[in-house]
């Protein structure tokens, strides 16, 4: 794959627009402040990323590539399904919600500390996420045989 395919297949994960897929990690950190429905808005935002990540990267997977266009899109959806919105966002959902247990009753603390732990705990989901895709589903994956 040559580098400018390499720069247009990440270009969902690259610039502002990547930072779509923490929104519902930020809803979750003002979930004490705020109605349900703007919760449930930043996990639809943060779905759509997902899965327009994982229809671009099948939309752009090239024939060098070792996997088909279809095991990208499902690989992708998985791998952000559970490292930018499920695991984040119970995260953040149990720490807020910890938070609020001990701090004062109306504080903004549970929302500061959930919004300062998004950035902490982005790397070590994704690097275990990694892993598990790695030991298990990754390895059943077909790949495509070189000519």
């Known amino acids: 794959m040559s580098e400018e395919e390499g720069a247009s297949i990440d270009c969902m994960r690259q610039g502002a627009?990547?930072?779509l897929g923490y929104a519902n990690e930020v809803g979750e950190a003002f979930k004490p402040l705020v109605h349900h429905r703007v919760v449930t808005?930043?996990?639809v935002v943060a779905g759509?990323?997902?899965?327009?990540?994982a229809a671009w990267?099948?939309?752009h997977t090239t024939e060098a590539s070792p996997r088909s266009p279809l095991v990208e899109a499902v690989?992708?959806?998985a791998w952000q399904s559970l490292a930018s919105v499920m695991i984040p966002g119970a995260v953040i959902?149990?720490?807020v919600w910890a938070t609020g247990k001990v701090a004062p009753s109306g504080s903004k603390l549970p929302t500061v500390v959930g919004l300062a732990a998004i950035p902490l705990i982005i790397r070590p989901i994704d690097h275990g996420v990694d892993l598990l895709f790695n030991k298990t589903i990754r390895?059943?994956?077909s790949t495509k045989s070189s000519p």
């Open 17 to 19: 627009v990547r930072y």
């Open 41 to 43: 808005a930043s996990y």
């Open 48 to 53: 759509a990323y997902v899965t327009t990540d």
């Open 57 to 59: 990267r099948a939309a």
């Open 75 to 77: 690989d992708t959806f």
């Open 93 to 95: 959902n149990r720490l």
């Open 139 to 141: 390895t059943i994956y």
